[in-house]
Each structure stands twice: as structure tokens, then as C-alpha cells.
């Protein structure tokens, strides 16, 4: 695909500065790009490089002021990054238009629905009873169970899998690899010290807007359901144990866990290898630190908290200060039990 400068430019309801006639046909790195590519420049510390690319076209902020002479075409926007970031959302759409009609060897079983523009990669399967909105992609290896239902403008990648009964709503990205619906960790002590599976009947819920990353695992409710609520972005490798509910807008880093029947509230930011136990809620817009484990619910909003356990950041700073100072301390302590 190739575009003039000019054309980018009313996409993103920007201004051109050079010459609005050059082609691009390639996104880079500002550092790296090459002619034909375009760039952009959104962190200060990478300006040196503007005046140095070879890329024939820079997205910039409004904002800039020039230091030296830039050979590339410039395109100012009130928020670079942003911008870009609706330029490769644009890109990556069109990449996936372009994936049309049926791979074979596919299966789509008895009573299900695909709506029309849809694409099924070779080795993919559908289970009975599906409903299956438009313009889905489906790639290959993906298993879709009985009576899952999928909306609009939703992509699975290669080899994920979503068993009997789940829930995804429109417009929602789910990555190779990620696994909807398997069972939650549910076993019953027995007397001779052995464990019995309890049966997990529920299902997965994933509203609109959803993002889930590759080789990320939700487990089904054992009743009802485990909820994704709209727009809620989910990294790689991360795990939601079952009857876990995450509130609208709300973001996890990989390799977090959450426990069982758990309910995150709205907008909250989850870092990291952060550990939450089961049965406790966090309140809308808390934020959690890298490498946290949460062992109690977090009652007020607009709380940041870190550690193991985890409590108010400030004082967690505070608190790894003096710790660091612990064999200084401990020897002025040893000191003056010499002198007592």
C-alpha cells in the first residue's frame, strides 16, 4: 500500500510541512527508517534523530520547534504518539480485510451462523450451534466450541481456543494461543486426604473492545459467568481464575494472576507479575506496582499501591529506604549495646 503525505495527513487531521506529493509505503522506527518509510517523533530524547533519518515522512507535534534543517516531509499533530497509534490501527485493519473467504480443510458444525466477509483460516474449527457476527477473522488452528457466540469486527488468532459456551462481543482481538473457557481450579478436600474435581458449569464473557494476549488463560465460572467487561486490555500470559470480574477500561501487564471470584473495578492499572488472592474487590481506578502480591480488597478509588504485601506507594518507598539501610542499622545497634 502506498500513500502520499497529504493523504496521512487528512487522516489524522494534521498539517503538511515539505512536500505533500512524496509516497510512503512502509512505517519504521525514526532511527532506522529508510526512504519510502514514514516515522514519528513523540519522545524528546529521539529528536537528534529528525534531523538525521533517512525517512521520507515525520508525523511531529505542532508544537516542535526546529533546530536544524529537516530533509523529510513533516506532518504535524497535537499528539504524535496517538496519531501513529491510529495510523497502525488503520494499517493493521486494512492488512486484515484483506483476509477473505474459507481455507480448506475448515469445519463449521451443524445450526451455526457466520455472518458475511469472513475469513476461516485452514484448521480451524467451529463447533454446533455458533453465532458468528461479520467481518470476523478466524485464523488457523482456532477451535470455537458449541454455542459460542462471537460479535462484529472480531479477531482470533492462530491457535486459540474457546470452549463450549463462551462470549465475545464485537470489535475485540484475542492472540494466538490465548485459551477461553477452560476450567477453574476448583477441587474439594476429601476425608483420605485426596481431591475431587468440582464441576465448573459457567462460562467466559467478553465484551466489546476487548484485547486478549497470546497464551492468556480465563477460566470458566464454576456458575455464571467470569466477566470481561468493555474495552478492558488484557496482556500475554496472564491468568483470571474463575467467577474473576474485570472492570471496564481496565489494563493487566503479563505474567499477573487473579484468584477466584475477585472483581477489579474500573480504569485500574494492573503492572507486572502482580499476584491478587481470591474473593476480594479493588476499587475503580487503583493502580498496582510491578511484582505486587494484594492480599486484601482496596476500598477507596484513585489508590496506588505496591509490594508484598502490597500497601500505599509512598510509604512502600519509604519503607524499601529504610530497608536497604538494615545492616547499617543493625551495626549502630550493635555498637551501642557495646558502649551500654
Not at 469445519?107 to 451462523?113: D, E, L
Not at 467451529?126 to 454455542?147: A, H, L, S, W
Request: glycine fraction near 10%; charge should be negative; hydrophobic fraction near 35%.
Amino acid at each position: 500500500m502506498e500513500f502520499t503525505v497529504q493523504q496521512i495527513a487528512d487522516l489524522l487531521q494534521g498539517t503538511v510541512e515539505g512536500d505533500k506529493t512524496i509516497k510512503v509505503s512502509t512505517l519504521a522506527k525514526i532511527e532506522e527508517a529508510q526512504p519510502g518509510a514514514l516515522a514519528f517523533l513523540s519522545n524528546p530524547k529521539y529528536e537528534p534523530y529528525l534531523y538525521t533519518t533517512q525517512a521520507s515522512a515525520v508525523i511531529v507535534s505542532d508544537r516542535l520547534e526546529l533546530r536544524k534543517t529537516v530533509s523529510a516531509a513533516l506532518i504535524r499533530v497535537s499528539d504524535p504518539y496517538s496519531s501513529f497509534s491510529t495510523l497502525l490501527q488503520y494499517y493493521q485493519t486494512a492488512l486484515l480485510a484483506s483476509k477473505t473467504g474459507v481455507e480448506e480443510p475448515s469445519f463449521i458444525g451443524a445450526n451455526s451462523q457466520i455472518g458475511e466477509n469472513h475469513y476461516r483460516g485452514a484448521f480451524s474449527y467451529i463447533g454446533t450451534n455458533c453465532k458468528i457476527g461479520e467481518n470476523v477473522r478466524i485464523f488457523p488452528q482456532v477451535y470455537i466450541g458449541d454455542n459460542v457466540e462471537i460479535g462484529d469486527n472480531t479477531t482470533i488468532f492462530a491457535g486459540a481456543k474457546l470452549y463450549t459456551n463462551t462470549v465475545v462481543g464485537s470489535n475485540c482481538t484475542i492472540h494466538a494461543g490465548a485459551v477461553l473457557g477452560s476450567d477453574g481450579f476448583g477441587w474439594a478436600p476429601q476425608p483420605d486426604g485426596s481431591y475431587k474435581a468440582v464441576p465448573q458449569i459457567g462460562n467466559v464473557v467478553l465484551e466489546d473492545d476487548i484485547s486478549i494476549g497470546a497464551n492468556t488463560t480465563i477460566d470458566c465460572a464454576t456458575m455464571g459467568s467470569t466477566i470481561v467487561r468493555q474495552g478492558a486490555k488484557i496482556d500475554n500470559l496472564v491468568q483470571l481464575a474463575h467467577n474473576v470480574e474485570i472492570g471496564q477500561n481496565t489494563v493487566i501487564a503479563s505474567q499477573s494472576g487473579i484468584s477466584g471470584s475477585s472483581k477489579i473495578g474500573k480504569n485500574c492499572v494492573i503492572a507486572g507479575q502482580v499476584g491478587i488472592v481470591g474473593h476480594i474487590t479493588i476499587a475503580d481506578r487503583t493502580t498496582i506496582g510491578a511484582q505486587s502480591g494484594v492480599s486484601k480488597s482496596v476500598k477507596e478509588s484513585d489508590t496506588i499501591i505496591q509490594g508484598s504485601p502490597a500497601f500505599d506507594y509512598k510509604q512502600n518507598l519509604r519503607a524499601i529506604t529504610v530497608f536497604r539501610k538494615l545492616p547499617e542499622l543493625q551495626r549502630d545497634l550493635e555498637l551501642l549495646k557495646e558502649k551500654a
